[in-house]
């Protein structure tokens, strides 16, 4: 690589993001690639960083951990990817071969975990080094676009986590509270599951209308409008929907996510919560709820890109803004007031003025 610096957006000590200058990553370990970032996204989680929530976030990285690429350059010991390679990343770092790994709970990688734009240099530049990167990235097929790849390993697994934890059968009702990127990722993939009834519960009126519009949910209804317990029974035969995905985070949002669960249903808490969460467990009692919790759970990604390339899952509709890394404080300040309607901006590549 014949480029010695790049642009890249950095957390700095006080807390703020500065786009500065960077020296290109050099690949450290055999098992690294380096890739050249084609779109990257901000996160929420980036955010979370920003106002110092996450404990484990080095000072001074570089931010972002979704994005595609091309593979630049590859260690001694990656086997499944060359130069040249279009790739989807995993947002989770994890080895492949440890007791955790080995039985698919990969976020409990002992040598792994939140690495990317948290503890090492993200991706929110022109590159960036990936770990593991035989399991860190998932290769694009020709006929799969890098916007409807874009989410594969962070905002689309998530979804597919939480739909997947509701143990959903086919005709099930599934109710997905928060219908933010995650929560629409959640819909699309519950009728993967076999979900014949999907209701999303927002305070946004914005948001409802346009899971509604996008033919996400089948039913949208506004907790802070309607009660929300009463609305999801009324549409469930009384009995509650089958499953839950909790995907607000919201102050009251774990209380309406257990409320409107049916009897013995699962609620997938897959929200990042900043606060603590209290179970009332006299109240619920005799509901017999089994509640299951969990990030992103990114141990899909080669099933979803098939999924994609079949034409069966495509999130690319979360992209509301598309602008150059030039732009992406401009991004930040839009993502985090949903200004303008915004879902999730897209960051194309640096542009020389
Ligand atoms: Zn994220
Ligand atoms: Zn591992």
């Excluded at 989680?45 to 080095?58: Q, T």
């Excluded at 440890?98 to 948290?118: A, D, M």
């Excluded at 409802?208 to 469930?236: C, H, I, S």
Aim: aromatic share 6%; net charge negative; glycine share 10%.
């Amino acid at each position: 690589m014949e480029k010695a610096w790049m642009k890249a957006l950095v957390r700095r000590a006080d807390g703020r993001a500065a786009l500065t200058e960077r020296p290109v990553p050099q690949l450290q370990e055999p098992r690294d690639a380096i890739v050249r970032v084609t779109l990257s996204t901000i996160c929420t989680s980036d955010l979370h960083i920003l106002r110092g929530a996450v404990p484990r976030a080095n000072p001074d990285i570089v931010l972002g951990h979704e994005f595609v690429g091309v593979v630049e350059e590859v260690g001694e010991a990656v086997h499944g990817l060359r130069p040249g390679d279009r790739v989807a990343a995993n947002c989770i770092t994890f080895c492949g071969d440890c007791w955790f790994c080995r039985r698919g709970f990969i976020n409990n990688c002992e040598h792994g975990g939140w690495e990317l734009g948290c503890r090492i240099d993200g991706c929110q530049a022109e590159y960036v080094r990936v770990p593991f990167a035989d399991t860190g990235l998932t290769k694009i097929p020709d006929s799969v676009t890098d916007e409807s790849a874009l989410f594969l390993g962070d905002i689309l697994a998530s979804g597919y986590f939480g739909a997947e934890l509701c143990e959903l059968c086919p005709g099930d009702s599934v109710a997905v509270v928060g219908a933010g990127p995650v929560g629409l990722c959640a819909m699309a993939c519950a009728r993967l599951f076999g979900a014949a009834r999907v209701i999303a519960l927002d305070v946004d009126p914005f948001r409802l209308e346009r899971a509604a519009k996008l033919g996400l949910a089948d039913f949208t209804v506004n907790p802070r409008e309607q009660d929300a317990e009463r609305a999801v029974r009324g549409l469930t035969e009384g009995r509650g929907a089958d499953g839950v995905v909790e995907a607000a985070g919201g102050a009251d949002s774990l209380e309406t996510a257990w409320r409107i669960a049916r009897p013995n249903a699962c609620v997938a808490l897959v929200a990042m919560y900043e606060e603590n969460q209290t179970l009332p467990l006299p109240s619920m009692y005799g509901k017999n709820l089994i509640f299951k919790t969990g990030g992103v759970d990114a141990v899909h990604s080669s099933e979803l890109m098939r999924l994609m390339e079949a034409g069966r899952l495509d999130a690319s509709f979360l992209i509301t803004h598309k602008a150059p890394l030039n732009r992406i404080l401009e991004g930040y300040r839009v993502f985090e007031n949903r200004e303008d309607g915004c879902l999730k901006w897209a960051v194309t590549p640096w542009e020389e003025e």
